[in-house]
């Protein structure tokens, strides 16, 4: 689909009765419930062998239900026509985004997204505007990055995918270009990752600092940024070796995989509130220049707070993060809103006041 098309589509887009889409994986639950919760029905998009989670124990949050071969159907025609005759408004998640791919959603993918459809793709690092681009235009501070492994001269973590599992990215750490050769050797021996994988990793320093995941929705149709609330992640196996005392920790002598398992929900203190939500709006205003409409909805900038109070991000999610930690865990909408309000019911707000408002067109593309 061209630009021109999706603006047609949406623009088109004015049934009486919308309901919330998701696919059966990252944030499907947290987006259903907030669906329910403004009473708005619900579809679920799950993959044969994953459907138990939504069509048995957690039936009561779906009120439809298209079990598909593999999340990569969806794009074919049947399945679109399913969703387009249910008057589908589609979230976009991570797994969306990795398991349907870029092209396919910006070209066939002929449902109404609630976000920038076109900024999703700038969660990848090969992507010439992407989000490190983005966060350099908006003035944000940014960890170091190294072209090449004879370029490290402090301690760096180094971003690359998983072999085999592309939702999953082995990270590990190190100082010198000593270290990178030998854990890099040593990673591709055990099957962790491949060459080919890190040929296009990311080599980053390490920003000493409290890790924050700072929650955000940025609304255009009254141009206000929301702070739903900070995360932490929980990670395996790293977790279980940081558990160990030290002297432990060296004699297991295992290479570590940050793979997320879990969320942890955190507080910041108040006088630093003002710095997340101006390095927010930093980011909305570059994202309205760069890829107009702009970061619609939901957005979540990752990084830390260094000892001298200074913000550095070092990812972006530009869709749902995946936080549902941060509705019943975070005080922030209950101050602005009276509830509590989580990502999945900010989502149904939005959509209910553009449809009130005859603005749909505002919210999706």
Same mark, same amino acid.
């Given at each position: ?18 309901? &919330? ?186 920003? &000493? ?157």
């Amino acid at each position: 689909m061209t630009t021109d098309s999706i603006k047609k589509m949406v623009r088109e887009f004015k049934p009486k009765k919308v309901r &919330i889409g998701i696919l059966g994986s990252h944030s499907a639950l947290e987006i259903a419930s907030g669906a329910k919760q403004e009473k708005l029905e619900t579809v679920v998009i799950c993959e044969k062998g994953r459907e138990k989670t939504y069509a048995k124990y957690y039936k009561n949050l779906f009120d439809h239900i298209i079990v598909l071969d593999k999340f990569a159907d969806i794009i074919k025609e049947p399945n679109l026509k399913k969703l387009s005759a249910l008057n589908t408004i589609f979230v976009p998640s991570r797994s969306f985004s990795v398991y349907t791919g870029y092209e396919n959603i910006e070209q066939k993918f002929t449902v109404p997204l609630m976000g920038n459809r076109s900024m999703l793709r700038t969660e990848e690092r090969n992507t010439p505007k992407n989000q490190h681009y983005l966060l350099k235009k908006a003035g944000i501070l940014t960890p170091k990055i190294f072209k090449s492994p004879d370029e490290i001269d402090r301690l760096s973590i180094v971003k690359v995918t998983e072999k085999g599992r592309p939702l999953e990215r082995a990270f590990f750490y190190v100082a010198s270009p000593e270290e990178y050769e030998k854990k890099s050797k040593e990673r591709i021996r055990k099957g962790i990752v491949s060459a080919e994988m890190l040929k296009s990793s990311i080599i980053e320093e390490y920003v &000493i600092g409290a890790k924050f995941n700072a929650n955000f929705f940025w609304s255009p149709l009254t141009d206000e940024i929301d702070l739903l609330g900070f995360d932490r992640r929980i990670q395996t196996d790293l977790d279980g070796v940081l558990d160990l005392p030290a002297a432990e920790q060296l004699e297991l002598n295992i290479p570590t995989q940050n793979i997320e398992i879990g969320h942890m929900g955190a507080t910041m203190r108040e006088s630093q509130l003002e710095m997340m939500f101006d390095a927010a709006e930093r980011f909305v205003k570059t994202c309205k220049k760069e890829y107009p409409p702009g970061m619609i909805g939901l957005f979540a900038l990752q990084g830390a707070v260094t000892r001298d109070l200074k913000f550095y991000v070092f990812d972006v999610s530009p869709r749902i993060p995946g936080c549902p930690c941060v509705e019943p865990t975070s005080p922030y909408m209950k101050y602005k809103y009276g509830m509590e309000v989580g990502p999945g019911r900010r989502v149904a707000m939005e959509i209910k006041r553009a449809m009130k408002e005859d603005r749909l067109s505002d919210v999706l593309t």
